[in-house]
């Protein structure tokens, strides 16, 4: 329980130190929410610890939402309610953090945003967040976690999808 504890701490305080990032210097390149429209469906991984859940709809509306859970023994231990949004002629990922019992762990009005800061073949590198798509029904998420005064760190998570 210690461990899920220091878990959940580093996730909060890597999206606190987020909240206040300033936006990129260079100028955002452009995206379209489509290149990301093979996420939508049903995935399940591991990392944190923790076996991952997470759903993403098609985009519709310039948004693709999403929900993840992270669990232990099966039971949930946070929840996230996410949309990559169309922003411009880019895109942000966006997110905010919940604990089991549905307390927000951002202030009301406030959420992490990731902005997109460049893109590759199968890989979209967002400002703390990376996904890369590694095969037809596999892909990473890459998580940049500030330990206190320390070095950044990258966590990767590995997904693989269950359903469209």
């Given at each position: 329980?210690?461990?899920?504890?220091?878990?959940?701490?580093?996730?909060?305080?890597?999206?606190?130190?987020?909240?206040?990032?300033?936006?990129?210097?260079?100028?955002?390149?452009?995206?379209s929410?489509?290149?990301?429209?093979?996420?939508?469906?049903?995935?399940?991984?591991?990392?944190?610890?923790?076996?991952?859940?997470?759903?993403?709809?098609?985009?519709?509306?310039?948004?693709?939402?999403?929900?993840?859970?992270?669990?232990?023994?099966?039971?949930?231990?946070f929840?996230?309610?996410?949309?990559?949004?169309?922003?411009?002629?880019?895109?942000?990922?966006?997110?905010?953090?919940?604990?089991?019992?549905?307390?927000?762990?951002?202030?009301?009005?406030?959420?992490?945003?990731?902005?997109?800061?460049?893109?590759?073949?199968?890989?979209?590198?967002?400002?703390?967040?990376?996904?890369?798509?590694?095969?037809?029904?596999?892909?990473?998420?890459?998580?940049?976690?500030?330990?206190?005064n320390?070095?950044?760190?990258?966590?990767?998570?590995?997904?693989?999808?269950?359903?469209?």
């Amino acid at each position: 329980m210690a461990y899920l504890r220091a878990v959940m701490r580093l996730i909060a305080l890597a999206s606190l130190a987020l909240l206040g990032a300033a936006p990129p210097a260079q100028p955002q390149p452009k995206a379209s929410l489509n290149d990301l429209s093979w996420l939508a469906g049903e995935w399940t991984g591991e990392g944190f610890g923790l076996v991952l859940h997470e759903n993403y709809s098609a985009p519709t509306g310039g948004q693709m939402a999403g929900h993840f859970y992270g669990a232990k023994d099966g039971k949930p231990q946070f929840y996230e309610f996410e949309t990559i949004a169309q922003v411009g002629d880019s895109l942000a990922f966006r997110v905010k953090h919940f604990n089991p019992n549905m307390t927000g762990w951002e202030e009301k009005d406030k959420f992490v945003s990731f902005p997109l800061i460049s893109v590759e073949k199968d890989v979209w590198r967002f400002d703390g967040l990376t996904i890369r798509r590694t095969g037809p029904d596999t892909a990473e998420h890459i998580v940049t976690v500030k330990h206190g005064n320390g070095p950044a760190e990258d966590a990767v998570l590995h997904y693989r999808r269950v359903t469209r």
